[in-house]
């Protein structure tokens, strides 16, 4: 039996879907069940390394001697230290457009959700207050708006898609320009950052944690957002400078936000964005439907069943230049 080690935190009905997809000949390890002395044991012999969003390290990597490369589960690789892992020539992989869908239904949800104020109304009317009247000089349709989007990759490109379905005008900035066919079909416009900002009546972030895009919306970018204007964050915690952001919620001027990703994951109960009432908080859940969950563990499960067949595996995100399994080989 090929060993996998499984790092997340799980519970049993996650624990029963994990198993479900795992294929047969190989026995999945879940680390947080494991003592420390079995993790030591266990970690030299296992054959793959599955993560979601738990840290990998230089500690983890140097010990998983024999491990063929590490899978992830889901997009955003700032849970693994990529260099530590060419380091040691494993390749790190993720699960591309897998839970796109997941992501784009949420950044939709959450713009909808801002729009009509539904927290607010939904607390209201279960406390016995009618508010029919009262929330439509503040409440807002899609139709007809600008979503600018920061990000333009597969989930940007996919929520883009839902969004124009309600009649929004669509412009975007991203490091790379995409194709033209895919613009026309979105009939999606290229602009610089600073005028996607200016611009926008939604803006939604769709780029990963690197250090160059870290604290990227800070005082300055909130700024150059229009008043009346609404941002999501359903990208990474840390890409919006959440002290700007609530200096610019309280002050007005943005009339609101989603967050689905925070600087601190779990959130500290603390925070000051949790006591406003134009934000709405959600705890990293953008992949977080079963139908998404059941896309990424296919994909993850086909690479490694793939790498054990021989092959190279896919969607490698560090470069590295020879696998430890094939010294011949330029991923
Ligand atoms: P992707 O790689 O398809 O797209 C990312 C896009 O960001 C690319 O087009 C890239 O060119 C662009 N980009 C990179 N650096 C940039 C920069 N400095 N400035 C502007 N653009 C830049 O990835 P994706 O599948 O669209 O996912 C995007 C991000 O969403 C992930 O990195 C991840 O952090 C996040 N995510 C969040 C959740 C969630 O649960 N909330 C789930 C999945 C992914």
Redesign the pocket.
Same mark, same amino acid.
């Given at each position: 039996m090929k060993k996998i080690l499984y790092f997340d935190d799980t519970f049993d009905e996650f624990k029963d879907i994990l198993l479900t997809h795992t294929p047969t000949g190989f026995d999945l390890i879940f680390w947080e069940e494991l003592t420390e002395q079995e993790r030591e044991e266990q970690l030299p012999k296992a054959d793959y390394l599955l993560v979601a969003t738990k840290k990998i390290g230089e500690e983890i990597l140097s010990k998983a001697k024999k491990a063929k490369f590490i899978q992830k589960t889901?997009?955003?690789?700032?849970n693994i230290d990529l260099p530590a892992a060419v380091h040691h020539k494993l390749p790190a992989c993720n699960t591309?457009?897998a839970?796109?869908t997941?992501?784009a239904e949420?950044t939709i949800l959450l713009i909808l959700a801002l729009y009509r104020k539904l927290p607010l109304i939904n607390k209201e009317t279960k406390n016995g207050n009618w508010l029919m009247w009262e929330l439509r000089p503040s409440s807002y349709e899609m139709e007809g708006k600008t979503h600018g989007f920061?990000?333009?990759?597969? %989930? +940007?490109?996919e929520a883009a898609k839902r969004s124009k379905a309600f009649g929004t005008n669509i412009i975007y900035?991203?490091?790379?320009r995409?194709t033209s066919e895919q613009e026309q079909q979105l009939e999606a416009k290229y602009l610089p950052?600073e005028e996607v900002l200016q611009k926008s009546d939604i803006i939604s972030l769709?780029?990963?944690?690197?250090p160059?895009?870290k604290g990227?919306i800070g005082e300055t970018e909130l700024n150059l957002m229009k008043d009346n204007a609404v941002l999501i964050n359903?990208?990474?915690g840390g890409i919006v400078q959440e002290g700007a952001l609530y200096d610019a919620l309280v002050e007005h001027r943005i009339a609101g936000a989603a967050l689905?990703?925070w600087e601190n994951e779990p959130i500290n109960p603390e925070n000051p964005l949790l006591t406003l009432e134009n934000l709405i908080a959600s705890p990293? %859940? +953008?992949?977080?439907t079963r139908d998404t969950l059941n896309r990424v563990l296919h994909t993850a499960f086909q690479n490694i069943k793939r790498v054990d067949e021989g092959e190279l595996p896919q969607f490698v995100m560090n470069n590295v230049k020879k696998a430890r399994f094939d010294e011949s080989t330029v991923i």
């Open positions: 889901g997009v955003g690789m700032d591309p457009g839970n796109s997941g992501v949420l920061i990000g333009f990759g597969n %989930i +940007g490109r900035y991203d490091k790379f995409t950052m769709h780029i990963p944690l690197l160059e895009t990227l359903v990208s990474r689905d990703v990293h %859940i +953008g992949a977080g």
